[in-house]
């Protein structure tokens, strides 16, 4: 038995709090699958595709969180985590809504850089020494990274995806406000906006070492986005129909 597992062994069983990306996970499951049923359906655009991967990355995060909860921290899962959940987080989810919002050039040209960077910052994490004196049991952070200067990158990916996919949701719940045939789209996209921004929340909780905030923020904000997205594709009312 190495060092981390030693103090998983020792430490006392986590909180209730960080059993919640149990139930994360699961819900991203049926997200993507019902994303990718609609890109099946549609075949047009690659937002759909953008978004079910996104989707799929986000449940890949929460996995690892849940798997820590399950088992202990182990080095894979922690730089599995790191990658799949601060480094990437909402950006592919972003880059579906590029794609919808803007011309194909441009959402190529910001695809290309992203995953540039998303490379990078993964490879570096993949690299990074891991001081295991601040390896706490059963928690997941990024200050156990001997390279300090590798969490630079989350901040810009999470910004753009914080852009990209809050201002996107705001921008067409305006453009929706007006009209009562597309209500229900106004209300799904405030809701997506509201739930991308919570996990942006708990990830800068994490940076101080507050985990169990973003574990509640995932939650709570995929909920919101799922449902949001719901709502959106809803076929309005009858009554709600122009004449």
């Known amino acids: 038995m190495n060092a981390p597992q030693a103090l998983a062994a020792a430490a006392a069983a986590p909180p209730l709090v960080d059993y919640l ?3 994360t996970s699961f819900i ?3 997200f993507a699958i019902v994303l990718w ?14 978004w079910a991967f996104g989707v799929l990355v986000y449940g890949a995060g929460t996995v690892t969180e849940a798997s820590t909860t399950l088992f202990g921290w182990h080095e894979g899962l922690f730089r599995a985590w790191y990658i799949a959940g601060a480094l990437m987080g909402g950006a592919p989810l972003a880059q579906g809504t590029a794609y919808l919002l803007l011309q194909r050039r441009t959402a190529n040209r910001l695809a290309a850089a992203l995953i540039a960077a998303i490379l990078t910052a993964s490879i570096l994490a993949l690299l990074a020494p891991v001081n295991y004196a601040l390896v706490v049991p059963y ?5 156990v990274f001997t390279w300090q200067w590798v969490r630079a990158f989350s901040p810009f990916i999470n910004t753009y995806a914080l852009i990209m996919l809050v201002g996107g949701a705001a921008l067409s719940a305006w453009r929706f406000r007006r009209k009562t045939a597309t209500r229900n789209r106004m209300v799904g996209n405030v809701l997506i906006a509201v739930g991308a921004l919570l996990p942006g929340i708990g990830g800068t909780a994490t940076r101080f070492g507050h985990t169990e905030v973003l574990y509640v923020t ?3 904000g995929l909920s ?4 949001g997205y719901r709502y959106s594709i ?3 009312t ?3 129909q122009p004449a």
Do not use: K, N, Q, S
């Not at 928690?139 to 200050?143: C, D, K, M, W």
């Not at 919101?224 to 449902?227: K, L």
């Open 21 to 23: 990306p149990i139930a």
């Open 238 to 240: 009858r009554a709600a």
């Open 234 to 236: 809803a076929t309005p």
């Open 218 to 220: 995932e939650l709570i």
């Open 139 to 143: 928690h997941l952070t990024g200050r």
């Open 28 to 30: 991203a499951v049926a």
């Open 224 to 227: 919101m986005i799922y449902v």
């Open 37 to 50: 049923a609609r890109w099946r359906e549609r075949r047009t655009g690659p937002h759909l595709l953008w």
